[in-house]
């Protein structure tokens, strides 16, 4: 197993990049999770191991997900908790269901 080391700074630069991105397509997206998408952080870890089997994007957006997915994977989720705090909670993974009903 490789590892790499970070310093201090640059994991706080990860997780303040971690903390402002949401998922920009696909089924988490904004077509799918109204209005902007779901956050990085509160993505589910089946859906980041799907990147990871085939291969996690190209670019930033693909070295947030698989920070994410490794720091998921190693079962530190707590860690994202601050900011979703921050963001008012998780992000809802599925609608809303409706409180109330009108029948005819």
């Given at each position: 197993m490789?590892?790499?080391?970070?310093?201090?700074?640059?994991?706080?630069?990860?997780?303040a990049?971690?903390?402002?991105?949401?998922?920009?397509?696909g089924?988490f997206g904004p077509?799918?999770?109204?209005?902007?998408?779901?956050?990085?952080?509160?993505?589910?870890?089946?859906?980041?191991?799907w990147?990871?089997e085939r291969?996690?994007?190209?670019?930033?957006?693909?070295?947030?997900?698989?920070?994410v997915y490794?720091?998921?994977?190693?079962?530190m989720?707590?860690?994202?908790d601050?900011?979703?705090?921050?963001?008012?909670?998780?992000s809802a993974?599925?609608?809303?269901?409706?409180?109330?009903?009108?029948?005819?």
């Open positions: 490789e590892q790499t080391d970070i310093d201090r700074d640059d994991f706080r630069r990860l997780l990049d971690i903390a402002t991105m949401r998922m920009p397509y089924k077509q799918q999770c109204p209005p902007h998408g779901v956050w990085i952080c509160d993505l589910p870890i089946e859906y980041l191991a990147f990871k291969g996690f994007p190209k670019d930033r957006l693909g070295e947030l997900l698989s920070a490794d720091i998921k994977s190693h079962g989720d707590t860690l994202f601050p900011i979703r705090q921050a963001h008012g909670g998780r993974l599925r609608p809303k269901r409706p409180t109330s009903f009108q029948f005819e």
